[in-house]
């Protein structure tokens, strides 16, 4: 039976002239799902990727890809994963199909047939016989991702992806690397500072400050948190309406930003509505309340402004 965790870091940490630049990161990342590493500038992001897809060395620990030692087994390992590491790097004065072509020639069983497939899949087709150098950045990096995709990797990671390009090719490349995981079950690794991006993107990320794991967090909410939601009640008079809510649902409720808010189910709010308006407390709004990600960055950090 085939695990559900696709990637497994165990320890990782890299050690140069005695000082941790990554230390004993360990986390599962699990299959089909779009993972992040979100950390500041120099907060160890790029180390580990290039750890994790042998470019340098570990100091000590583990990287299993589909159960495999990337150590022990570095072929049959990396023969699993597609990667950007940086910016994707392409012969300027070739087409990006000679691109793939010249690529595909150094990694067996890749035949035309799947370039034009991952063509397509990025949507390269009308442009990919013209060459790299009039290539947009926006298209450059949908010719990494077709050079990442050639052979069928289970995992690809991106280091930095968004970098340098503009909002609609940020969307667009948001919205690929989502689908290429729900409909594909492939898993995608990102790393990025953007906060805004990150909570778009992924599923969980991984919180990484000076080379140290603070927290692995979900961003898409489960069934179990579906339940209970933090509504805000805007309100002309919150202390009565703090009155009310305990007295009649026996719930303690907080004024938080000019609202009243309460962990209620769904179902609970019309009830507490009437509750309010039978004690002649007037309701201006009621909208949920969420914590962004950089709430929840700027929680586990203590506030640091690093990003």
Sequence with gaps: MESSVAVQLRNLTKTIRKKDIVSDLTFDIMRGEVFGLLGPNGAGKTTTIRMMVGLISMSRGQVLIDGIDVTKNFSEAMAKVGSIVENPEMYKYLTGYQNLLHFARMSSGVTKERINEVIAQVGLTNRIHEKVKTYSLGMRQRLGLAQALLRNPSVIILDEPTNGLDPAGIR???????????????????SSHLLSEMELMCDRVAIIQSGKLIDVRSLRASESTLHAVLTAFEVDDTARAVEVIKAKHQIEAVVQDDTVQVPLERSAIPAIVHSLSAAQVRIYAIRSVTKTLEDTFLEVTGGASHV
């Design 172 to 190: 667009e490349l948001r919205d690929y690397l989502r689908n290429l995981a729900q409909t594909q079950g492939i898993t995608v690794i990102v």
